[in-house]
């Protein structure tokens, strides 16, 4: 069973393998934006994959969930873990300094408005199977639709 903790840098789910746009040694599979492809993964390979802290930082959310989307096995899924939409101004702000100031990574996008990811999921023929909020994060599970 292959499970992705996309967007981890170091610091995956245990028993998840590593996914990020870096391509640190200590990763498992990277994420090449510009192909749009995880370099060294299989198409329909992947169980799950899990998006924590995530989804603000992906630009281009029709490409990259149409990727994923073509990663997952049929009966595959994807956990995502994100600011809801009235936190997402505060959120936003302790990016900007975490991302700029404490650990300069100027490679990491984020993006200064909420953008419904649940619409693009839905578009591409996602399920939404569950979705619940604990604090300020909004947590869903999404099942590829066949």
Avoid at 78 to 85: A, C, E, S
Avoid at 121 to 129: E, N, P, R, Y
């Amino acid at each position: 069973m292959l499970k992705i903790d996309f967007g981890s840098g170091y610091n995956a789910k245990p028993g998840y393998k590593t996914c990020d746009i870096t391509y640190a040694p200590f990763l498992d599979y990277v994420y090449d934006i510009e192909k749009n492809q995880i370099i060294g993964c299989e198409k329909k390979s992947v169980d799950e994959f899990y998006m924590r802290n995530v989804v603000h930082h992906i630009k281009d959310l029709q490409k990259c969930f149409s990727m994923i989307k073509e990663y997952l096995k049929d009966d595959g899924s994807l956990v995502i873990i994100d600011t809801q939409k009235e936190y997402f101004l505060q959120n936003v702000i302790l990016d900007i300094i975490w991302y700029r100031f404490v650990i300069p990574r100027y490679e990491i996008w984020f993006s200064k408005s909420y953008r419904d990811y649940g619409k693009v999921l839905t578009d591409l023929g996602f399920v939404k199977i569950n979705n619940q909020t604990i604090n300020e994060k909004e947590v869903s599970l999404w099942k590829k639709k066949l």
